[in-house]
């Protein structure tokens, strides 16, 4: 692997975090437009990520963590001593730390909501009335380049849920070792039937396999997380950390924990070997020492390693989870929010914009990523309005997000929208994600130039000096 595809897979890993599961489904292509200087700095922001106080409840249901952790050398798991795989977090902490997301309501006036609706897309306004009633629990950056003035930047520091093209081979049957069904909303499977449609399998009928420019477009266009594991273990999990703390994704202190293997978050929530209850061990994962937090990341890596190696273990869990329905949605929106990887809507929008004008450290890196970024390009609804777009969403039971970089027509300052949202109501996070609102809206400030002062504006004056 050469090395410009490497620092391209790695920034492409890092957006995959982001936006964690996407349930994004289309083909791809890509026109990339002339290098730009990239953006040194953001605009200067004041928000400190807050501690989150546990809840009387998690306090008096939590376990010491050291009674609990199966750890490799007290289960049946196949891994001996020295042949412990990398853990998540060699850098960064593999458990997030923990925000308060509570707040008080945005009260706009009369006359401001009155032409903020008038303003914004019916579609996306019940995405904008979430933000009003719960502004805690979303962190929306949203600029242009050269009008960074008149940005948004709501909770940009606050720490939030998130998920070169080279001519190698990747045998499907490797892939099939990291996938985990149903846990990325049938992501993969759609993936390997459309690069078969599309006649990009090789040797369909003997040992198929793919290029690794593919897995890399599986794992952006279709959100594999089986994809974005063999990449990531094939790159390492050293070298992610340290390309997330080069590019500045951890200057906000601990604002961005170690993104760990899906498969591994997938396998923490709940597995076979397990003998306690998966709410509880969570819980005092999420309120442990950092030596809980390691044990953490370690068991994670080794949970992922020996489903992927060991055939045996990997179909007892498959049928074990097919039997039980296991992990509860309860025990999943808890992962979410709590112990899933977590960054700021601020650095990924530092992020954005450093790949939307080519600022990577050559030339090649930045077309590599941006070819497989830009895939919406081929829709005629984005050829209308953007020269370019660049995206990714994604989401999880409570959690979506969605990041955007876009050229309008005729302008040659790009603009970057991230919107996370989280602690989602389970009817509405359902519901998004068939009507998408967050998208609508986030295509409106990308979309409309008046978009983004209108906002701002509202919101600063609803918020007073």
């Not at 790159?235 to 992610?240: A, D, F, H, V, Y």
């Amino acid at each position: 692997m050469s090395g410009k595809f490497r620092l391209a897979i790695r920034l492409l890993y890092l957006m995959v975090i982001v936006v964690f599961i996407a349930a994004a489904c289309r083909a791809s292509h890509s026109v990339v437009p002339v290098a730009m200087s990239p953006t040194t700095s953001l605009p200067p922001v004041n928000v400190t990520p807050a501690t989150r106080v546990m809840s009387d409840t998690e306090l008096a249901t939590a376990t010491p963590i050291v009674d609990l952790l199966p750890l490799a050398e007290n289960t049946a798991m196949p891994v001996e001593a020295g042949e412990l795989p990398e853990p998540c977090g060699v850098l960064l902490r593999p458990v997030p730390q923990a925000a308060v997301t509570e707040s008080a309501p945005i009260r706009l006036s009369e006359a401001a909501g009155d032409a903020l609706q008038s303003q914004v897309p019916s579609t996306a306004w019940p995405a904008l009335d979430r933000l009003l009633d719960a502004p805690g629990s979303v962190a929306l950056v949203a600029y242009q380049t050269g009008r960074e003035s008149e940005g948004i930047y709501l909770n940009s520091d606050m720490a939030m849920p998130l998920a070169s093209v080279a001519k190698v081979i990747v045998s499907l049957a490797e892939l099939e070792r990291y996938y985990l069904p149903n846990f990325d909303l049938g992501a993969h499977r759609r993936a390997v039937d459309d690069l078969g449609e599309k006649g990009r399998i090789l040797t369909p009928d003997d040992d198929p396999a793919v290029l690794l420019s593919d897995v890399a477009r599986m794992m952006v266009e279709y959100s594999s997380n089986a994809a974005a594991d063999y990449l990531q273990l094939r790159l390492g999990q050293t070298r992610i950390e340290e390309t997330a703390i080069a590019l500045g994704m951890n200057d906000a202190p601990a604002s961005h924990s170690a993104p760990c293997v899906f498969l591994g978050q997938f396998l923490m929530m709940a597995n076979h070997i397990r003998t306690t209850g998966d709410q509880a061990l969570l819980t005092s994962v999420a309120r442990g020492d950092s030596d809980v937090a390691a044990a953490f990341g370690q068991e994670l890596a080794v949970l992922a390693d020996t489903y992927i190696n060991q055939a045996d273990f990997r179909q007892a869990e498959q049928e074990w989870r097919a039997e039980t329905r296991r992990p509860s949605l309860n025990v999943q929106r808890y992962f979410a929010g709590n112990l899933a990887p977590q960054g700021t809507a601020g650095a990924y929008a530092a992020l954005m914009l450093r790949l939307a004008q080519n600022g990577l450290s050559n030339a090649d890196s930045s077309y590599q990523a941006r070819l497989i970024l830009e895939w919406p390009n081929q829709f005629p609804a984005n050829q209308e309005l953007f020269s370019n777009v660049g995206y990714k969403n994604g989401s999880l039971p409570g959690v979506l997000t969605t990041a955007y970089y876009a050229y309008r027509w005729g302008d040659a300052a790009p603009v970057v929208v991230i919107l996370f949202y989280r602690d989602l109501p389970q009817q509405t996070y359902r519901q998004w994600r068939y009507d998408l609102p967050h998208d609508e809206l986030a295509r409106w400030l990308l979309a409309d130039p008046a978009a983004i002062p209108a906002l701002a504006t509202a919101l600063r004056v609803a918020k007073g000096p």
